[in-house]
């Protein structure tokens, strides 16, 4: 499928006077881990992507702060070495999947969210543990009370802008029993639709919606859970997210971003944000065809590491994976616009969580032979190769 390796790419930018890479984060400069405050980000990755200032920035349903935030992770790869404030070596970008904003000296803006919102999400950890002990207590009879408590606890990402259910702590201590890693993936999703819903009733119907990770797609703006399967958990993560905030509209936050720095003017407006995009893709590409100017537009590199492609039953495929939208978004933002743009897919099936993997010569569970997503680079030695390559491209094409 790919016909570029990480040097063609590096040679193709060396050419580039205009370009901008958005990537991802768990899983392509940090391996995926089972328990988010354990994760590790190389010092080294951190200052090579400040040497890419205005070239470079991130876009990731995670977030930027709180304890399970990457500023964290920042701040202890530097501990005793930088000061990530004043030094500018925070990563720059979009998170929260598009609504969290920050530069590279960690100031932090939430562009088009609303105060009601931000309470709803700040009430939702403690719905959420009192749903988890009442749904999954009965599915673990063996467990002590000591043991759940624990799990339930790892299990809740008290993430400011996208409370989480993140089951990997129990399919880890569940391995190899499907049934009930099923069970789990389905009341932990019965109870975030419920809270889902509760939102809707008390006046906010618009405001927030699931992000499954993995997925199978969607359905009628629905997305659909990647059931556990023997080798393969599916689904692990359950996202309560604000409507908007998601990667495709993000990556045009970005694009007008850039193109504002560089000229003065943001061909989509001073105020766009990701929540005030169209939700449609094609709307998406439309608007970038009407307003931004051919010779102002970069080349885009987009990586990621998280797409999904299954049989339907029907002889079709039901395609996801939350970096899918705005690689595809990426990829096909090229052809209007007279670009190679490129799209760079990294290997996370070594990390703690199950995960197809590159080396399959036919990408099962990620592609399929009708995939309209096709990755010009594949990095099979998964971070730990990307990050090597990475230093390699800030060294040479870096301030």
């Not at 040097?7 to 089972?34: F, I, K, T, Y």
């Not at 008290?158 to 409370?163: G, H, I, T």
Request: net charge negative; hydrophobic share 40%; proline share 7%.
């Amino acid at each position: 499928m790919a016909n570029l390796s990480l040097e063609a790419l590096l040679e193709e930018l060396r050419h580039q006077q205009d370009w901008l890479m958005v990537q991802d984060l768990d899983g392509v400069c940090m391996p995926l881990v089972l328990d988010p405050l354990t994760r590790v980000m190389p010092a080294a990755y951190i200052r090579s992507a400040a040497r890419l200032q205005g070239r470079f920035c991130v876009l990731t349903n995670g977030e930027h702060a709180g304890l399970r935030g990457v500023n964290p992770l920042v701040e202890r790869a530097l501990a005793g070495i930088a000061d990530p404030a004043n030094e500018g070596l925070y990563l720059p970008g979009l998170a929260a999947g598009g609504v969290q904003r920050q530069d590279r000296f960690g100031q932090i803006t939430y562009p088009g969210i609303s105060d009601a919102e931000l309470a709803t999400l700040d009430a939702l950890p403690a719905k959420i543990l009192e749903g988890l002990r009442e749904q999954l207590t009965p599915l673990l009879p063996e467990l002590s009370e000591a043991e759940r408590k624990a799990l339930y606890e790892r299990t809740i990402l008290a993430n400011p802008l996208s409370p989480t259910i993140n089951l990997n702590a129990l399919f880890s201590r569940f391995s190899g029993d499907v049934e009930r890693q099923l069970l789990l993936q389905q009341r932990s999703l019965a109870l975030m639709q419920t809270l889902l819903a509760q939102a809707e009733a008390d006046g906010q119907e618009a405001c927030f919606f699931l992000h499954l990770a993995p997925n199978l797609g969607s359905s009628d703006g629905v997305e659909l859970p990647k059931p556990a399967t023997p080798g393969n958990v599916g689904t692990t993560d359950v996202q309560f997210m604000l409507r908007g905030a998601v990667k495709e509209a993000g990556l045009l936050a970005l694009i007008n971003q850039h193109i504002a720095k560089r000229t003065g003017t943001a061909p989509l407006g001073e105020d766009f944000n990701a929540r005030s995009a169209p939700a449609d893709h094609a709307q998406l590409l439309e608007l970038c065809q009407r307003n931004i100017p051919i010779e102002q537009m970069p080349l885009l590199v987009g990586v990621g590491d998280t797409i999904t492609s299954e049989p339907d039953g029907q002889g079709g495929w039901r395609r996801g994976g939350s970096d899918r939208g705005f690689l595809t978004l990426l990829q096909e933002l090229g052809h209007p616009f007279g670009r190679s743009n490129r799209v760079v897919l990294v290997d996370s099936s070594a990390g703690e969580v199950d995960r197809p993997s590159l080396q399959d010569p036919e990408l099962k569970g990620l592609s399929d032979p009708e995939d309209p997503l096709k990755p010009d680079v594949l990095v099979p030695g998964g971070p730990d190769a990307y990050v090597a390559w990475f230093k390699q491209l800030a060294t040479e094409l870096g301030a």
